[in-house]
């Protein structure tokens, strides 16, 4: 398989959102086998497989916010479209600077497993976000630096340039998103 026909088939996981969130939920149960084998408990195992999931909520929070917490939006609309629409993208549960803190809680509470069982499906998560959106978004190297962010004021323009899809989206006469 040619190297253009590989990354045309790989696109489906930036364009397609159950495609992307199925690349988490395989993420998830494999972080769940990794933090068993490491710590021998499930609940520290579901607690890496539902960070895995649950990462992506802020996605959702600030849709909810931006639609006046109508929920019909999620099933109607791709859930990243309000970023187009406000121009703002802040992504609070995407930041590795609250990794980190997070392990440096983890070890002066003794609470290490737990640290790590949320940690580890964070890294993951985020580099599968990182290499899927830099390659076909081309999201800045640095989009999930919460500080990285902030510098640019939350600005989509600067932070995912590429954000809009118009095989999912539909324009209305002025190229803005309906």
């Known amino acids: 398989m040619r ?10 996981f930036a364009d397609n959102l159950l495609a992307h969130e199925s690349l988490h939920f395989f993420s998830g149960a494999i972080m769940f086998f990794v933090i068993f084998k490491l710590f021998g ?27 006046r917490f109508k929920i019909r939006w999620i099933f109607s609309s791709y859930p990243h479209i309000f970023w187009q629409k406000t121009g703002k993208m802040t992504l609070l549960f995407h930041s590795w600077e609250v990794l980190p803190v997070i392990l440096i809680l983890g070890r002066v509470l003794n609470q290490w497993p737990l640290a790590v069982a949320v940690v580890l499906p964070a890294v993951l998560h985020y580099l599968i976000d990182n290499i899927i959106y830099c390659s076909f978004r081309k999201m800045p190297i640095l989009q999930y630096f919460f500080l990285f962010r902030l510098y640019h004021k939350f600005d989509t323009k ?3 340039p590429k954000l809009s899809n118009p095989i999912n989206h539909k324009y209305n006469n002025k190229n803005i998103f309906i």
């Not at 190297?3 to 489906?12: A, D, F, T, Y």
């Not at 520290?44 to 931006?66: K, P, T």
């Open 3 to 12: 190297e253009h026909e590989l990354m045309n088939k790989l696109k489906i």
């Open 41 to 67: 408990q499930v609940k520290y195992s579901a607690v890496a497989f539902l960070i895995s999931l649950l990462i992506d909520s802020d996605h959702y929070l600030e849709g909810l916010f931006y639609n």
């Open 158 to 160: 600067i932070l995912c």
